[in-house]
């Protein structure tokens, strides 16, 4: 699968709410996701924080996709009740999986 396939598969499976053990196929064992408000080590670690607090009524509409060989990168208008931002996502994929995702948006909104 190539980069920008595994990272849209991502976001529909998270932004479903209801696919999150879904995605542990997606990633790899060596997984890392780093964020504003979150940091993990492994993919069975952000599984379980993404269970503790699933994304509900969370919506995106794709701005902008690039891909590399080795990465994707999803540029997306982000909402919720209450808050719209842009924000970016990088995929780091190795081996037909996700082995890293770095996420980057103005935390502030969510204050």
């Known amino acids: 699968m190539k980069p920008l396939d595994l990272a849209k598969r991502y976001m529909e499976n998270f932004y479903s709410g209801q696919k999150i053990d879904d995605l542990r196929s997606l990633l790899s064992d060596e997984?890392?996701?780093k964020g504003p408000f979150v940091e993990c080590h492994s993919a069975d670690e952000y599984i379980a924080s993404l269970k503790c607090d699933p994304p509900r009524g969370c919506r995106y509409v794709v701005l902008h996709e690039f891909e590399t060989e080795s990465s994707a990168c999803l540029i997306y208008q982000f909402s919720k009740p209450g808050i719209n931002?842009?924000?970016a996502q990088v995929f780091s994929i190795r081996d037909g999986t996700i082995s890293g995702i770095r996420l980057i948006f103005d935390a502030?909104?969510?204050a």
Do not use: D, H
């Open 85 to 87: 931002t842009p924000m």
């Open 108 to 110: 502030r909104v969510f």
């Open 31 to 33: 997984f890392t996701f």
